[in-house]
C-alpha cells in the first residue's frame, strides 16, 4: 500500500505562482511513475503532468512553458510548480502514483488550487 498526501494549494491571483507538494509514504519500491491530476467542478479528472521512475516527464499542453514537475525519490517527495497562474487553472489538483502491476494505483485526497482576482 502507498499513501499520498498533497499540499500547497490555496487561492493565488492571476500570474502569481503555487508550489504543489506530494508526500508519498508506504511500499514506494513497487511505484513506477507519480503525476498530478486535476478536476474543475462539473468537468472530467484530467492529466496535468506526470513522472517516471527514470525522470521521463510529461506536460498536459495547457500548463507547458507554465507549470513544471518533479521528484525526490529520496525524499519519497513530488512537486508540481505552477507560474503564470490562470482562472482556468482553478481546480482540485489530485496526487497519484502506479506501479507496472495494475493493482498498485494510488490517489491521494486532494488539494484546492483558486486562481482569481
Known amino acids: 500500500q502507498v499513501q499520498l498526501v498533497e499540499s500547497g494549494g490555496g487561492l493565488v491571483q492571476p500570474g502569481g505562482s503555487l508550489r504543489l507538494s506530494c508526500a508519498a509514504s508506504?511500499?514506494?519500491?513497487?511505484?513506477?511513475?507519480m503525476g498530478w491530476y486535476r478536476q474543475a467542478p462539473g468537468k472530467q479528472r484530467v492529466l496535468v503532468a506526470s513522472i517516471k521512475e527514470v525522470g521521463r516527464t510529461n506536460h498536459a499542453d495547457s500548463v507547458k512553458g507554465r507549470f513544471a514537475i518533479s521528484r525526490d525519490n529520496a525524499k519519497n517527495m513530488m512537486y508540481l510548480q505552477m507560474n503564470s497562474l490562470k482562472p482556468e487553472d482553478t481546480a482540485v489538483y489530485y496526487c497519484?502514483?502506479?506501479?507496472?502491476?495494475?493493482?498498485?494505483?494510488?490517489w491521494g485526497q486532494g488539494t484546492q488550487v483558486t486562481v482569481s482576482s
Open positions: 497519484h502514483a502506479w506501479g507496472r502491476d495494475p493493482t498498485h494505483d494510488y
Open positions: 508506504g511500499s514506494m519500491s513497487s511505484i513506477y511513475g
